[in-house]
């Protein structure tokens, strides 16, 4: 990059990308991928050096005692012995936020069912149960796409992920649930838009910022894919 004599104390930068990041640059070409993941890593772990020499020693230290308090020993010393540099301490003593993130990451698993990681319902659910029972498990959104209404027949999962969403608990009206239909008259809200899903699935609502993913991905384009969209969604696909 061509500098001026003045420049030779200044980094390396690109003027379109500074004016929007507003921030400390020093960029540089990198065309090898694994030498991008090893300086990404490595930058990000530069301040924990000596901390696996100390977790190793606390290991050796708790040698015959059991798993669970060997592991809370070496919890505790991983949150007390870990160290900060002086922008993050005044972070946290002001209880600033350390990121802001402009897109939303929404996780799809794409492998069979039977290899999917699913999560179990509540404990007190769970005992309310028949033994017998095999409805264990939390919905899914891959559960809650196969019960999308007619209408969204010709709607790929990847847009349905973008465009769609549950409620939680503080936003749903009173009497209101994602996986149990409610009453009648909280069928029109006049928030936003409602969908009902079938199988008694409960209801999906359209989010308030229009998503629009990019095309669904061909078969042999890579086990894993990230599908950024325009709004506020990103798609982590696996």
Excluded at 37 to 53: C, D, F
Excluded at 78 to 97: G, K, P, W
Excluded at 142 to 160: C, G, K, T
Excluded at 224 to 234: F, K, S
Aim: aromatic share 8%; charged share 25%; with cysteine.
């Amino acid at each position: 990059m061509k500098r001026a004599p003045g420049d030779s104390w200044i980094n390396t930068y690109n003027l379109e990308v500074i004016t929007a990041w507003k921030g400390n640059m020093d960029i540089q070409f990198i065309l090898n991928p694994y030498a991008c993941v090893m300086y990404i890593t490595s930058y990000m772990l530069k301040s924990e050096g000596a901390m696996s020499e100390l977790l190793r020693q606390v290991a050796m230290e708790s040698r015959g005692e059991d798993i669970k308090a060997m592991l809370k020993r070496l919890g505790s010393v991983f949150l007390n012995h870990r160290q900060l540099s002086a922008q993050e301490a005044v972070y946290r003593i002001l209880s600033l936020a350390l990121k802001m993130l402009s897109r939303k990451v929404v996780f799809i698993n794409k492998s069979p069912k039977e290899d999917r990681v699913s999560l179990l319902k509540p404990a007190n659910q769970l005992e309310n149960m028949d033994d017998e029972s095999e409805d264990i498990y939390l919905t899914s959104l891959i559960d809650r796409y196969a019960a999308r209404p007619d209408s969204l027949n010709d709607i790929y999962l990847a847009e349905f992920a973008a465009n769609y969403t549950t409620r939680s608990g503080a936003d749903l009206e009173e009497g209101e649930s994602n996986d149990t239909l409610p009453p009648p008259e909280t069928e029109n809200t006049g928030k936003c838009a409602r969908i009902q899903l079938k199988n008694g699935l409960g209801y999906m609502y359209q989010r308030t910022r229009s998503s629009h993913p990019l095309p669904p991905i061909q078969p042999g384009e890579g086990s894993q894919q990230a599908v950024q969209v325009q709004a506020d969604v990103v798609l982590a696909m696996e």
